[in-house]
């Protein structure tokens, strides 16, 4: 499909991603329409994007070959229940809701081809991570879509079975803020040794964005990039020999599995 229209219902800062995203790979304004109840997020992105804007769903589906649900969960069942009456065959519903499972769509919205989806946070600076289900009536006409969609602002991984969406929320969904409190735990400890706090938090910040870039175009994993800068009896031997003796792996994999079990739960009181 060469010039797909797109549908967005909710336009807060995922779907401005999504558009902005879009509209920086070559998306034409005329191809992207938002709704929202909100007169000022309305304003904020037509202003921003110049793209058509409406408070009326059933406009903003009409003739549409993807429609973004991009709502707060606890409004998503309403939403649906009122959509499904609008819908066309052929449409493709993505949705990049936390916690709301196919089955719910599917039973709010009716015989639907169906793609959930689990952005981060880091979208908003097109730097993402999206991890993709798809339903079974989804063609693969509708995945290249999808693709093209979340691909608009970062990178994507296709899961096979929806549970392991959880494990996905676990790695990178609720991943960001890992590392934001690490960044944080650097900064005051640096300030701590010295440091002004502008200057320990710059050297944290930066040497994270500079780690992940040797990991992500390394031709080895990140245990062995570990192994090269830990000189035997050095500095950061030291340091990391304190992590372990800690328990940090130990600490790392409880907290997951506890946001795994949360996303899970999560997805079984919003799904009613």
């Known amino acids: 499909m060469s010039s797909p229209h797109i549908a967005f219902i909710g336009a807060g800062n995922m779907a401005s991603?999504?558009?902005?995203?879009?509209?920086?790979?070559?998306?034409?304004?005329?191809?992207?329409?938002?709704?929202?109840?909100?007169?000022?997020?309305?304003?904020?992105?037509a202003e921003q994007f110049a793209i058509a804007t409406t408070d009326d769903n059933?406009?903003?589906?009409?003739?549409?070959?993807?429609?973004?649900?991009?709502?707060?969960?606890?409004?998503?069942?309403?939403?649906?229940q009122a959509l499904a009456p609008q819908l066309s065959a052929g449409q493709l519903i993505v949705s990049v809701a936390a916690g709301i499972p196919c089955?719910?769509?599917?039973?709010?919205?009716?015989d639907v081809a169906v793609v959930r989806c689990m952005p981060n946070t880091p979208a908003l600076r097109r730097q993402g991570v999206s991890g993709l289900f798809a339903n079974a009536r989804?063609?693969?006409?509708?995945?290249?879509?999808?693709?093209?969609?979340?691909?608009?602002?970062?990178?994507?991984?296709?899961?096979?079975?929806e549970s392991l969406i959880d494990a996905v929320i676990a790695v990178s969904g609720s991943g960001p803020a890992y590392f934001f409190l690490?960044?944080?735990?650097?900064?005051?400890?640096?300030?701590?040794?010295?440091?002004?706090?502008a200057d320990a938090e710059k050297l944290a910040l930066y040497t994270a964005l500079g780690a992940a870039d040797m990991a992500i175009h390394a031709d080895v994993d990140a245990a062995e990039l570990r192994r090269r800068v830990t000189s035997p009896g050095g500095t950061t031997e030291q340091a990391i020999r304190t992590f372990e003796e800690g328990?940090?792996?130990?600490?790392?994999?409880?907290?997951?599995?506890?946001?795994?079990?949360?996303?899970?739960?999560?997805?079984?009181?919003?799904g009613q």
């Open 17 to 45: 991603s999504l558009i902005g995203g879009l509209l920086a790979e070559g998306f034409q304004t005329n191809q992207l329409i938002a709704s929202d109840p909100g007169a000022e997020t309305r304003s904020r992105v």
């Open 58 to 80: 059933a406009q903003a589906v009409a003739g549409a070959d993807v429609i973004v649900l991009a709502v707060k969960p606890q409004v998503m069942k309403a939403v649906c």
């Open 103 to 110: 089955a719910s769509l599917e039973k709010w919205l009716g």
């Open 138 to 161: 989804v063609s693969s006409t509708q995945r290249a879509l999808a693709e093209q969609l979340l691909g608009a602002v970062g990178i994507y991984l296709w899961v096979e079975q």
């Open 182 to 197: 690490m960044m944080e735990a650097m900064t005051e400890a640096g300030a701590k040794l010295g440091l002004s706090r």
């Open 247 to 270: 328990g940090l792996r130990n600490l790392v994999e409880q907290a997951m599995n506890n946001c795994a079990a949360r996303a899970a739960e999560m997805a079984e009181q919003l």
